[in-house]
């Protein structure tokens, strides 16, 4: 493994840069980052504290500055300490202004500014965290979209994940020998989702679940008839009520909300 520094200067949260870093570290299969965040860096000596950190822990450096000044300092030490540097966000905001004819604000953090959407956002959040693993019922037809699955199929984050982006994400565990909550059974206007994965990835899912609690004993949970037996009565029950199907045996969370986004943008929601 090839181990390195790399800092992330922002005058936001740093959200957008530690995206773009991670997706492209992880390219590089070799690549072991050790990540430096410099956070709401707005004035000259929240500016200097990082760069007195960089200069400790020399490594690439990725930003996103649109005060020139500052920019252009930390672009300036840089150079002075030899180490690469890009920034990840003047590219776009170029673009668009050669596009646009019009010059951008150039105010840090707006991408966080209190608005409609922010607030959104956090309703949604809201409601995620009051309809997760199906501990209320009460309202599953206030939800934009429904996950269900059986144990360990990524429900719970991938709900997370889409309430983030202001969708109404509600989730509903399928329970071995048990049938689903009346309510689920009675939904009406929201997209239902069914999850499914291979038998074998889920018995190393909730192995690895089982190890992190210390729990060594065999049980129904990870026998692999019983967890067969437990995947193909949900594919049955998605089938039956007609519910979208993903597959989320090795895909990540954002994959698996991307498949669901779709799905609500099919029905135009």
Not at 41 to 64: F, K, W
Not at 236 to 254: C, F, H, M, N, Q
Request: hydrophobic share 40%; glycine share 6%.
């Amino acid at each position: 493994m090839t181990a390195f520094n790399i800092h992330l200067v922002s005058d936001a949260t740093g959200e957008t840069l530690q995206l773009v870093a991670r997706a492209a570290v992880t390219q590089f299969e070799s690549a072991e980052p050790q990540e430096h965040l410099w956070s709401m860096i707005r004035t000259e000596s929240q500016l200097q504290t990082a760069i007195e950190g960089i200069q400790e822990n020399p490594g690439l450096v990725m930003y996103t500055l649109v005060n020139n000044d500052l920019r252009q300092r930390l672009e300036t030490a840089c150079r002075q300490m030899g180490l690469p540097s890009v920034d990840i966000l003047r590219p776009a905001i170029e673009l668009l202004r050669q596009y646009l004819h019009a010059e951008s604000r150039n105010q840090p953090g707006r991408q966080h500014a209190l608005d409609a959407d922010y607030f959104a956002r956090i309703d949604a959040m809201t409601f995620t965290l009051a309809h997760d693993d199906g501990q209320s019922l009460f309202g599953l037809n206030d939800a934009d979209v429904v996950l269900v699955g059986v144990s360990r199929t990524s429900k719970t984050p991938t709900s997370m994940y889409l309430a983030n982006r202001g969708i109404k994400a509600a989730n509903v565990p399928l329970i071995a020998g048990q049938p689903i909550p009346d309510e689920l059974e009675a939904i009406s206007g929201p997209t239902v989702v069914g999850l499914t994965i291979s038998t074998k990835r889920l018995i190393q899912v909730r192995r690895s679940r089982l190890t992190l609690y210390k729990e060594e004993r065999d049980t129904d949970y990870v026998d692999e008839e019983a967890v067969r037996k437990e995947v193909t009565e949900a594919r049955r029950l998605y089938a039956r009520k007609g519910w979208p199907v993903i597959d989320v045996t090795g895909r990540s969370i954002e994959e698996t909300a991307a498949g669901i986004l779709q799905q609500l943008s099919a029905r135009g929601e």
